[in-house]
């Protein structure tokens, strides 16, 4: 049996300076074999340049890592890998179009007289694999399978014989509720081998369903290391950002749905086969529906559906009282329909061009490319919007991929304003972003209702579509199972309903 | 020393700014011409049209430059050409073809600007419909373009396919007042396009589709359609630079008119900042581009340097201003500059 | 049987189907005489494109290699002409090959400059040191030569195979063992495949991509060096377009333009398609040498088309 009183791996005031800013001050952080250590803290904290130190990717400017008590200097993650920490990052880095075997062992195939001995290799990636309990096809391309697959065949990739410490980084972003719970297992296995295990999420429950230990970071600073057990929630999200986290987003109040406008669209019906069941769906002004459902359910398949970003094959869709043929984005546009997609990098921004040019594309676009806005029309406008959502930027022409992710999520957001929408469809508009910018963004989403805008709000965060909406549908394996509204719309009562075989 | 300091910053600032380089660059080549060719920047009047060595380079410089011009759009959707030359090909072959059979020259010049269109769709059908890589989608016009030239040169017979035609020659050797008319042929096309991409907001969603087409279809950018007309653009600049050029020639010659066009081109965009990643057109930069390649040409002609020495100095040139452009050399650069010093 | 199998079985099916063609059309086409005699033309367009098919299957381009075939030829007709016996220049030369693919690979990775861009500026300068060597067709005289000329491995059926083709069956058989069973090898795919990835997968970026383009040089060199010995001359504007035909033989042959997806194996039936088309419209004798760039055009095309469909019904994003 291991000693485990000695930390797996232990960095003691680590500081690291990056021109004009000090990333991270003094930093502790110890982690025990057989530990999951949820490492916390809002965007711009520290954590990834203090994991970067910890796998070796960026030299640390003070302080110094011991593994198992030995002092270590990692020049190259490569070092770092061969000591036995092991890094999963954020998004899966896998080669889609190589096999599952080659994409396990690439940069260590087992090679005879300089040669690749390719069973030897396979027989390499099955074992990792069965680690996991993991039975899959090696010679399929890895891009074959679902995220949830490729997340698992990252972490096997991950873990040599000798490892010593993983690094998850946001690892459940984009699984799903029974996904997750797989991962958890195999995390808990890990565990059980004396791994200590780095675990980096923004999901709360996730925290403290699975971590033993908390190390929460402020501003490239400590806050402090304490037992998941003895830190409740609320303490939780204070060490966090710093401030009681304001009651408001929860307390908003339910308005009647009754004596609201006309309906702004009426889908019927509408649906694409193999992608979302056909389904009925309005909206009336002044009023904010949910659609509620775990990930792969149809949420932002219903929302690309009604703004026309994917094609219907089924049932009719009304917009302000005209049925719509041949839905196109350029076509929910000119009806007045603007839509915040889920993937700002992929979807939402066009990262090259400054930050007034992407707020006025989508009015340009609908009013044409003949009528082009003057540059102090375009000015007006995006220091309009600037202000109103008070994005961060010292200069509205510089480029948008140079700001931070909450400011880039209401840059899509001020595209959508700024061409005056009726309807507003918003795809996980507060994903990838700090606590204190959700916040705003859903108070935005209000304010923005009680004006009269109509809104369809797509979101993973239950306690967000609770929040914002007052109406919800439900929305399971790519089906619409229901409608709640008013005084029904709670966080039990969606579980519920999905759970609902 | 604070000096020092405050003037090596301000140097490293203006390194880094995009239009810096180029025309240094051009610049450089000027100032070298004038030492080497005493009358370089003579310019006399003869046959009533202004001549020497500098209206020169412009002349020359007009065809790359406005078959560049095309490029640049294209590239700035994330897309490239390869077919220009292929185009040209074409053009001329029509304009020598339509000639034997006695067409109108009018007609003609509008039949050679549509076979330019003619391509530019298809090129455009290739990326914008059915989604091929533009790399690839227009190298099937690049390979076969010049085979069509040929073919059309079979259409009469396969007999001589030169030709005299006063408007066109007109239009690629004359003169207006003391002006080349290709100069003002190429001062055209640049301001058109100039007002097409920056007093439209064609050039907005040109940018926003090269930038991130997803994101620019879902804004309300019809992605498509603009990729599309960028290909048309092309293809219309390719077949006024195929216009200038047969009639220079007086003849339709498929297998080495214009070779090599495409590349000199999509070397004036990038020498002129322009990125093969797209999402940005640079019109003006483009056209300094295509005069420091010409430019080089002809110092190379005027210094007295045997003509194949041309190729080898244009990649040298090239490959300085690209590690000019190059972030990591000029830190590497300026490493060692400082570590001299110290 | 496996999707990234689909586009090599197209190459080859149409291959033979175009090859059958010769057979119904001409008396004496079906044999192994005509297909030795494509094998030892193309012999230089294909081992170009074995070079041209790594470097495309990590995502970039060569545009070099037709300069490097005449450069190549050019030096080593001038070294005959100063005495020296060919294999010790065609040693210095491979040499040179790979140094110089090897300077693109470094330039292309450290200074970040488009592969189109820089081998662009490669494709001038080797072409305008051709020139600068020499502006006439130089003849190459040693007996070296002429004894190359001579080597015929018989084939069943009367044919034969010329030095050429077995230089180019052996570089072909390297190639395949580098591609699929060196780690250099399964890098290249990676780094075509996804290059962030690769990189935090721990794949050595920069002296991957060197190996590319040396690989990349080497090859030309060596189809530079067949092209040479099988003129037994060097001429300056030799391989003029030849970059082109090695791309057309690598797209031809199943290799995906995006990098990630091909193999080594089917540039081989690519390159030996292009032979096939010219070899038929000569046949003929009635078509024009128009007809054959207009042809490779054409099948270019449908190949291009027919592979992004094919490819567009793989699923290589796995989303959800």
């Known amino acids: 049996m291991e000693d485990t009183s000695i930390p797996r791996i232990e960095m003691s005031g680590i500081t690291k300076l990056f021109p004009g800013v000090k990333a991270l001050q003094n930093v502790d952080l110890c982690i025990y074999p057989g530990e999951v250590h949820a490492l916390l803290g809002e965007n711009g904290a520290g954590k990834s340049t203090l994991i970067k130190i910890m796998t070796g990717a960026l030299p640390t400017d003070e302080g110094k890592i011991r593994l198992d008590g030995q002092a270590i200097v990692l020049n190259s993650t490569v070092d770092a890998q061969k000591l036995g920490i092991s890094t999963v990052y954020q998004e899966v880095n896998l080669i889609p179009a190589m096999s599952v075997a080659k994409n396990m062992t690439l940069q260590r195939q087992p090679t005879r007289f300089g040669l690749i001995n390719w069973a030897a290799a396979r027989n390499l990636a099955r074992k990792r694999l069965k680690q996991l309990s993991l039975d899959i096809d090696l010679e399929r391309p890895v891009g074959s399978y679902s995220i949830a697959i490729q997340q698992l065949v990252a972490i096997a990739r991950a873990l040599e014989d000798n490892t010593k410490v993983l690094v998850l980084d946001e690892p459940t972003a984009s699984l799903d509720a029974g996904e997750t719970n797989a991962l958890f297992e195999v995390i808990r296995d890990l565990k059980s081998r004396g791994i200590a295990i780095v675990f980096i999420t923004h999901f709360l429950d996730q925290v403290y369903e699975i971590s033993d230990r908390i190390t929460v970071l402020r501003n490239g600073q400590l806050v402090g290391t304490s037992m998941a057990k003895d830190l409740p929630r609320l303490d939780l999200i204070k060490q966090m950002i710093g401030r009681e986290l304001e009651q408001a987003e929860g307390q908003l109040t339910k308005r009647s749905t009754d004596n609201l406008g006309e309906p702004v669209i009426v889908a019927k019906g509408l649906g694409c086969k193999r992608v979302i069941e056909p389904f009925d769906l309005n909206i009336r002004a002044g009023e904010v529906v949910g659609l509620a459902g775990l990930l792969g359910s149809g949420r932002t398949e219903t929302a690309k559906l009604i703004f026309g970003a994917l094609p219907s094959d089924s049932g009719t869709l009304t917009m302000n009282g005209e049925v719509v043929t041949n839905n196109s984005p350029r076509q929910s546009l000119g009806r007045d329909i603007a839509f915040c997609p889920e993937d700002r990098k992929e979807e939402g921004l066009v990262g090259e061009l400054s930050i007034r040019e992407n707020i006025i594309l989508s009015l340009q676009a609908k009013n044409g490319w003949l009528k082009q806005l003057s540059y102090d029309e375009q000015e007006r406008l995006a220091d309009e919007m600037i202000k109103a959502l008070a994005i961060a930027t010292p200069d509205m022409d510089k480029p948008v991929n140079q700001l931070s992710g909450g400011n880039q999520q209401k840059v899509v957001l001020a595209r959508a304003l700024v061409s005056d929408p009726k309807l507003l469809i918003l795809d996980e508009p507060t994903r990838g972003i700090d606590v204190g910018a959700h916040a705003e963004i859903v108070m935005l989403i209000r304010r923005l209702c009680s004006q009269g805008m109509a809104l369809l709000v797509a979101s993973s965060e239950l306690d967000e579509i609770v929040a914002v909406s007052d109406r919800v549908a439900v929305l399971r394996d790519h089906k619409q199972i229901g409608e709640i509204a008013g005084d029904e719309v709670t966080r039990e009562k969606i579980i519920g309903m999905i759970a609902s075989g | 020393m604070s000096t020092d300091i405050t003037l090596s910053t301000r140097l490293r600032a203006l390194a880094g700014y995009r239009a810096t380089w180029p025309l240094l660059a051009l610049a450089a080549i000027f100032i070298v011409d004038g030492f080497i060719s005493p009358g370089f920047y003579d310019i006399r009047i003869v046959e009533g049209r202004l001549f020497g060595s500098v209206i020169d380079i412009f002349y020359r410089a007009m065809p790359t430059a406005i078959v560049a011009l095309g490029m640049a759009v294209v590239i700035g959707t994330k897309g490239i050409d390869l077919s220009v030359g292929s185009v040209v090909a074409i053009c001329g072959a029509v304009i020598a073809w339509r000639i034997h059979e006695g067409d109108s020259h009018f007609v003609i010049l509008f039949l050679a600007l549509g076979t330019g269109l003619l391509c530019g769709l298809w090129n455009g059908f290739l990326v914008a419909v059915l989604n091929i890589q533009p790399i690839i989608a227009t190298l099937i016009l690049m390979v076969s373009g010049r085979g069509i030239g040929l073919l059309v040169n079979q259409f009469y017979g396969g007999t001589d396919p030169s030709f005299e035609s006063a408007l066109l020659q007109g239009l690629s050797v004359g003169h207006i007042w003391l002006i080349p008319t290709r100069l003002i042929v190429g001062v055209g096309v640049f301001i058109a396009l100039w007002f097409l991409i920056r007093r439209t907001a064609l050039g907005l969603f040109i940018e926003a589709v090269g930038g991130n087409t997803s994101a620019a279809n879902l804004a309300g950018v019809n992605a498509r359609l603009i990729i599309f007309s960028a290909y048309l653009i092309a293809g219309l600049c390719a077949g006024i630079a195929g216009v200038i050029l047969t009639a220079d020639t007086h003849t339709s010659d498929p297998v080495s008119v214009a070779l090599y066009i495409e590349l000199d081109a999509i070397l004036a965009v990038v020498i002129g900042g322009g990125s093969l990643a797209g999402g940005r057109i640079y019109l003006g930069m483009t056209v300094i581009g295509a005069l420091i390649i010409q430019a080089l040409t002809t110092s190379i002609l005027i210094s007295g340097l045997p003509p194949e020495y041309n190729l080898v100095v244009k990649a040298v040139v090239v490959l300085f201003v690209l590690l000019l452009q190059s972030q990591n050399a000029r830190n590497a650069v300026w490493g060692l500059f400082s570590w001299r010093k110290s | ?320």
């Open chain 3, 1 to 320: 049987m496996n999707e990234k199998y689909w586009p090599l079985m197209a190459t080859i099916a149409v291959f033979i189907a175009l090859f059958l063609t010769g057979g119904f059309l001409f008396k004496n086409f079906l044999s192994t005489l005509v297909l030795g005699h494509i094998l030892a033309d193309n012999a230089f367009i294909i081992i170009a494109a074995i070079g041209a098919t790594f470097v495309i299957l990590s995502g970039g381009i060569d545009l070099s290699v037709g300069s490097m075939i005449g450069f190549v030829g050019v030096v080593m007709a001038n070294l005959d002409l100063a005495g020296w016996h060919p294999l010790a220049s065609i040693a210095i030369l491979l040499i040179f090959g790979i140094l110089f693919g090897a300077l693109q690979g470094f330039i292309i990775d450290f200074c970040d400059i488009q592969p189109f861009i820089m081998t662009l500026a490669g494709l001038f300068l080797l072409r305008g040191s051709s020139f600068m060597v020499s502006l006439d067709s130089v003849p190459i005289r040693h007996p070296f030569v002429a004894e190359v000329a001579r080597v015929h491995v018989p084939l069943p059926g009367g044919g034969f195979l010329a030095a050429s083709a077995i230089v180019m069956l052996i570089s072909l058989l390297a190639a395949i063992l580098l591609a699929h069973y060196t780690r250099f090898g399964s890098n290249v795919y990676a780094i075509g495949g996804d290059r962030k990835s690769a990189e935090l997968m721990g794949v050595p970026i920069r002296k991957t991509t060197v190996m590319i383009y040396a690989v990349g040089g080497f090859y030309g060199a060596l189809a530079g060096v067949i092209y040479a010995l099988y003129t037994s001359s060097g001429y300056p504007l030799a391989g003029t377009g030849s970059e082109l035909s090695a791309i057309a033989a690598v797209v031809l042959g199943g290799t995906l333009l995006t990098g990630g997806v091909g193999m080594v194996a089917g540039t081989l039936f690519g390159g030996m398609i292009l032979g096939l088309i010219s070899t038929l419209i000569i046949f003929d004798g009635s078509l024009n040498s128009a007809w054959i760039i207009i042809s490779s055009g054409l099948l270019l095309f449908i190949f291009i088309v027919m592979h992004r469909f094919l490819v567009g019904s793989f699923n290589l994003r796995g989303r959800a």
